[in-house]
């Protein structure tokens, strides 16, 4: 199963909704996804306490990540990087397993022009750290608030295009680093 990874806590996030479309077009492919949101992370992941013993409420975040075929990351950019949250998450993540050998995939989106280059780059610097499988095509989406329609989607199907070479890319990419993810 690939996790589309929504990489923010902020509520109504632009990030969640191109995690949405990225599902739909794995939908389209029959690719088994889920979309796990750091929105919805339980409260009592952020005590200090928690990087010594991790809430049980934190159990089905770790395991949706140790269970995945492959990791889509869409990423925002805060202030130039990775969004906090974002990076405390993996922080709270078994060490080495969770990304050992495990497929990445990034998209990154933002308000400027570079479309969360930056934190797209910290990331992979992370991830191989982490001896993960980084698949090389990324997609940036530059100005993501003049990007979206009244409904929350893309508006530039050259876009949307390049999202679903993407994902196709990569679950093809994942099935060859061990588990396919099997079509439904």
């Known amino acids: 199963m690939i996790v589309i990874l929504s ?25 088994p996804h ?7 992370l339980p ?8 990087y010594a013993a991790k809430p049980a409420s934190f159990a089905p975040f770790a395991d949706a ?51 969360a280059l930056r934190p797209v780059e910290q990331l992979q610097a992370i991830f191989g750290y982490r001896n993960a499988h980084l698949y090389p095509e990324r997609v940036f989406i530059p100005g993501i608030g003049h990007q979206l329609d009244d409904a929350g989607l893309l508006k530039d199907a050259e876009l949307v295009g390049r999202l679903r070479r993407q994902a196709e890319g990569f679950a093809a990419f994942a099935g060859k680093f061990g588990a396919s993810p099997a079509r439904s």
């Open 65 to 115: 990540v140790l269970s995945a075929t492959g990791l889509h990351v869409v990423t925002p950019e805060y202030n130039g990087g990775v969004p906090g949250v974002l990076k405390y998450f993996i922080d709270l993540l078994k060490f080495p397993e969770s990304f050992e050998r495990k497929p990445v995939c990034f998209t990154g989106i933002a308000a400027g022009m570079w479309g």
């Open 34 to 40: 889920q979309i796990l949101d750091l929105a919805t």
């Open 7 to 31: 990489g923010t806590n902020r509520p109504d996030s632009n990030t969640r909704r191109i995690s949405g479309q990225i599902a739909g077009l794995y939908r389209e492919l029959k690719v």
């Open 43 to 50: 409260q009592e992941v952020f005590l200090p306490s928690s």
